[in-house]
């Protein structure tokens, strides 16, 4: 039994906690009740560093929080999902992904504290201290993906009144591989989840159901929407156009094979989730200024501008004035053929 539930009898006492059948005892008591609400239930927790209780209070004076009209909403933010950043916005910000469990100093850590319990010997006292020190480490990486969860929450709630994200399928994207079994040589063949393992230990590490989890909570308490769709093609459409083709996706960067619209992939999967949200359940948004600034131009490919020579020499000037070495002559040549050469690296590379 990791933990248990009372629904009475609970008591509090200063930094003292009266629980039935235990008595009174000692706890750290980080927050007070607020006055005008009731204890409704307490649940006492087993985690890796100690015993945790948490009480569920409850004030029905208070109204329930309030839920906003379809006439009020005026701005919606699509999010997309990802792993390189943990989350894309269609307004074009980007919040990084931390990646708590899955960087190399942490994974480092992680390998030593394991290496450590499974070389001693078992059922030993020395075996389950190791055992302790992983636990706190594994709660410790838990605890502070849980809080910057919840700050991105409110960051992403305060965006706007409508929050559109994806309906995810994660535990499907985290199943196994189907094991290969060949009967003629009644072995396991290679199936391509060692492979896979990597990016399943990143996705749990990402955590995005939780993150979606708390998005909801602090929208409902602060009176907004959130709406699941579908994210099916929606790597695949074109903003623009609304031209449908998995080959206009490339890695990051997206090309329309029909109009030649360029753009960042994953935000623009964002803002095209924040489209389809406005179709499917036909949202009316105010067309405030602010909010059609989220839709910014194409990025344009500079690569193959071919330098003008006055563009080089301004250029030039402007960077000796900073310099202080004003009037001294160059080779123009030379920084010609540099840039020459720039422009015969492939795209994919430089972008
Ligand atoms: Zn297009």
């Excluded at 700050?151 to 189907?178: P, T, W």
């Amino acid at each position: 039994m990791r933990s248990f539930t009372y629904t009475t009898g609970v008591k509090l006492k200063g930094n003292k906690i009266y629980l039935p059948s235990l008595g009174w005892m000692k706890f750290y008591n980080s927050r007070p009740i607020p006055d005008g609400f009731k204890m409704k239930s307490v649940t006492v927790r087993k985690k890796a560093d100690g015993f945790y209780v948490s009480i569920r209070i409850e004030d029905t004076s208070i109204p329930t929080f309030p839920t906003i009209t379809s006439e009020e909403i005026n701005t919606a933010v699509g999010l997309d999902m990802g792993l390189g950043k943990l989350v894309y916005c269609s307004d074009g910000s980007v919040i990084d992904n931390p990646r708590f469990a899955t960087n190399q100093k942490t994974k480092r850590l992680q390998r030593i504290r394991q290496r450590r319990v499974s070389r001693k010997k078992k059922r030993s006292n020395n075996r389950r201290k190791a055992q302790q020190k992983l636990s706190v480490f594994q709660l410790k990486i838990a605890n502070y993906r849980e809080a910057r969860n919840w700050q991105i929450a409110l960051k992403i709630v305060k965006k706007a009144d409508v929050i559109v994200v994806e309906d995810l399928n994660i535990s499907g994207m985290m199943k196994r591989c189907k094991p290969k079994y060949d009967s003629e040589s009644s072995r396991f063949l290679p199936n391509g989840q060692s492979a896979k393992r990597a990016l399943s230990r990143l996705i749990a590490d990402a955590s995005w159901y939780t993150l979606i989890s708390k998005i909801e909570y602090v929208a409902a308490k602060s009176g907004k929407i959130v709406l699941k769709i579908d994210p099916r093609k929606t790597s695949q459409t074109c903003i623009v156009c609304g031209h449908i083709d998995a080959a206009s996706r490339d890695g990051e960067k997206f090309v329309c094979t029909n109009c030649g619209h360029v753009d960042d992939a994953n935000l623009q999967e964002a803002r095209n989730i924040k489209a389809k949200a406005i179709n499917q359940y036909g949202l009316l948004l105010k067309r405030i200024k602010k909010v059609r600034q989220d839709l910014p131009k194409p990025r344009q490919l500079t690569l193959f501008e071919t330098p003008t020579l006055e563009l080089i020499r301004g250029k030039r000037r402007q960077h000796r004035a900073h310099k202080g070495e004003r009037d001294v002559p160059g080779n123009l040549g030379i920084q010609l053929n540099l840039f020459n050469q720039d422009n015969n690296i492939p795209i994919r590379d430089t972008l």
